[in-house]
């Protein structure tokens, strides 16, 4: 698919879109420029509607409360609290990846409690039975999402004051390692841009910022550049150095250090794709696109569609996005490239939990994804439950 095949989509009867070009960029730009907040870009994205979407309309849930389109099935992977192959499966489960490994390949997921978070994985086999789980990150606090690496490790983030960020081994062999060159503030989850050599980054405040870590070397995280992306002078957006990382306790923030930086409204999922980097805002409802090679920022999906309390986010090869809903009716959607979205899979019975964690197996026919608190709602996230959902995903 082009790069901007997803900003040149138009309604098609069914979904949100951006708008592309001069428009969408000069849009969503001078919207933001002139009220000082990237809120104000509203403006720029269509209007939606329900549709039953590439896979047809979803089935009445079966006997695990989840509805399917026809051809899919679930199955429970792991449950919190339950021993998976010698190792407890973490409480709250929260943002999650997949990596190869052989013939097989493995699934990383964190855990949103606060000391103990961490992260754990499941290794899977050819055949997609489990072949062991085991923890690859521990000791670290409300570890919410994160993002993978090109060179297959996953960056863990801390939702948390002053969170850091951890480069964590999917493979079990290496020990974490904190990154705070990165920044210390409330993070969310984390995109590679690897035609850039750049990280992009969220942050879950109401007021919170978008970022772009450049490091000193690709493949190593441990030095680099922190960028905040500002309102630039006339009309646009630019990158302005962050001055200090660290975000001292008693000083400003990394959101308040820099007078023209955009604010957003409770940032949350971030995926790169094709020149793209979509983040969503669960304040407002919304998920945006930043165009990397033009440097331009404009909407991809706003509040009024069927998609609610947008969250995670992930993609598949072909350019689809697959948006986790925090509530609302406790569904993934999809949104196409031709602007279509749409539920693929929805948790009846769990109204009190968010989706959680959404990431494809290496070969795109199985998508990962869990339930943080489960059928219980427990606040604690002990009733949280990680699913496999298998079908004929377009790819």
């Known amino acids: 698919m082009q790069r901007r095949a997803f900003l040149r989509a138009t309604s098609a009867g069914a979904g949100a879109v951006a708008l592309c070009g001069a428009l969408w960029q000069g849009a969503a730009a001078r919207a933001a420029t002139a009220s000082g907040t990237a809120g104000a870009a509203a403006g720029a994205a269509a209007g939606t509607q329900a549709a039953a979407g590439p896979y047809g309309p979803l ?8 509805a399917l389109p026809r051809g899919f099935s679930l199955r429970v992977v ?28 493995i699934y990383v997921s964190n855990s949103e409690v606060p000391l103990i978070g961490g992260a754990s994985a499941l290794r899977f086999r050819p055949d997609g039975s489990i072949d062991r789980a085991y923890r690859i990150l521990s000791g670290t606090t409300l570890n919410c999402a994160g993002g993978a690496t090109p060179w297959r490790t996953w960056l863990s983030c801390e ?23 990165m ?19 969220t942050e879950d405040e109401d007021d919170g910022c978008f970022y772009r870590y450049t490091p ?18 006339g009309g646009g957006v630019e990158w302005q150095r962050v001055p200090d990382p660290s975000g001292p306790v008693f000083g400003r923030q990394t959101r308040h250090q820099v007078s023209a930086a955009l604010h957003f409204d409770g940032g949350e999922g971030c995926h790169y794709h094709a020149g793209v980097c979509y983040f969503t805002t669960k304040g407002d409802n919304r998920v945006w696109a930043y165009d990397a090679e033009a440097n331009a ?26 948006v986790a809903e925090d509530g609302g009716n406790m569904e993934i959607n999809v949104i196409t490239p031709e602007g279509v979205v749409a539920p693929v899979v929805r948790l009846d019975g769990q109204g009190d939990s968010e989706i959680t964690g959404p990431a494809f197996s290496p070969d795109g026919t199985r998508l990962y994804f869990s339930s943080q608190r489960g059928t219980s709602g427990d606040r604690a996230g002990l009733g949280g439950i990680t699913y496999e959902m298998t079908g004929p995903f377009r790819r």
């Open 59 to 66: 089935l009445p849930a079966n006997d695990l409360g989840a």
């Open 78 to 105: 792991a449950r919190s609290s339950h021993w998976v192959r010698g190792t407890l499966w973490h409480p709250a489960p929260d943002g999650g990846a997949c990596f190869p490994d052989g013939d097989g390949w």
């Open 159 to 181: 939702e948390t004051f002053r969170g850091r960020v951890f480069e964590t081994d999917p493979y079990g062999e290496r020990r974490a390692v904190a990154h705070p060159a």
């Open 183 to 201: 920044g210390r503030f409330k993070h969310e989850a984390a995109a590679c841009d690897p035609d850039r050599r750049v990280v992009y980054m």
């Open 216 to 233: 000193e070397s690709w493949g190593d995280l441990a030095r680099g550049r922190l960028e905040v992306l500002c309102a630039a002078p």
């Open 297 to 322: 920022l404009g909407i991809a999906y706003d509040s009024s569609g069927t998609l609610d309390g947008v969250d995670n986010i992930t993609g598949s090869a072909g350019g689809d996005l697959y």
